[in-house]
């Protein structure tokens, strides 16, 4: 390698370390200011606001849901606390490396970090890691997030597995009927050097039908289950939006019958809007909600 080579890559490699020291606090930033904003939000109509997604349109992105529920089930609050308690160590070597960047011990005026290689400069760095962070709670941390994300993979494939079974049992239905009455007659009408094309083709056909199938059939039963959970979220946001403006009586959820009822009439006009809509969301819902359904084709292409 060059002198020229070396000097471009020890560049390239301070401007990258560069980069993420100072990206990693602004990101955290961020993430704190969503959070203090998420926590200044009224409580009781941001449940309404979640109550109304589920309610609306849950069986539009079923494994979303099913992802949801699954963190809720494995322990969601662990997450955050997780999470939090990561951030605060990441914050913790930030502020440590800055202090680093401006320690000048042979008083030659230049901070000691812009006269090292980058390999050396790497090495410090790492060095600065071990020693300021605290190993316990990261790896507590890193423990938690791991044991909700198996909680969640656990969930979906379960769903998968029952969603490709059924699929191949419709497929499998199909290609019966398909190969005994459909083939022979396509087969007879088709060129002796494409015939070899056409059960192949079927077979792809008959799969096809079969997964969209089964996908549907597993859209409606979670607009159902998603109706019902996200109905009984509204009508508690609602019990307790009137009760404050003083408009109904009972604050409390466990003092009245009116959030079951009102749980089911939610339910009722949410699963009618999904099966209106072919379950699939229209516009301008598709456009708002299109972070949630490039979600629910990554987690149906994982």
Sequence with gaps: ???????????????????????????????????????KLPTDYLHLLI???????????????????????GGLTTVRKALKE??????????????????????DGTPDTEQLSPRILMERKVKLVLTKMNPEK???????????????LAVLKIQFARTIALS???????????????VPKVDSATPAEYKKWVPVLADWMCKSIGVGIAWKIQSIITAFTSSLAGGLIMARAVIVILAKHGMMGPKDHN?????????YVFAFLGFYFQFTQDFSAPFPFN????????????????
């Excluded at 990261?138 to 969640?152: D, E, H, L, M, Q």
């Excluded at 191949?168 to 459909?182: A, K």
């Excluded at 003092?255 to 749980?263: K, R």
């Excluded at 456009?287 to 994982?302: D, F, K, N, T, Y």
């Design 287 to 302: 456009i708002i909600l299109a972070p949630v359904q490039l979600a629910e084709h990554w987690i149906r292409g994982q």
């Design 255 to 263: 003092d009245t019958t009116a959030d079951e009822v009102a749980s």
């Design 138 to 152: 990261v790896n507590t941390a890193i423990s938690s997030i791991y044991k909700v994300w198996i909680a969640v």
């Design 168 to 182: 191949m049992t419709i497929s499998d239905f199909f290609q019966r009927f398909v190969h005994r009455y459909v």
């Design 86 to 107: 990561l951030g605060g160590e990441v914050t913790i070597i930030v502020n440590e490396s800055k202090k680093d960047d401006k320690v000048d011990a042979d008083g």
């Design 51 to 73: 109550g109304t997604i589920l309610c609306f349109f849950g069986g539009f992105y079923p494994t979303v849901f099913a992802a949801l529920q699954a963190a809720e089930h």
């Design 1 to 39: 390698m060059t002198e020229s080579t070396k000097d471009t890559v020890e560049k390239l490699g301070r401007t990258v370390l560069n980069g993420i020291i100072t990206a990693i606090p602004i990101c955290l930033t961020f993430f704190n200011k969503a959070h203090e904003t998420y926590q």
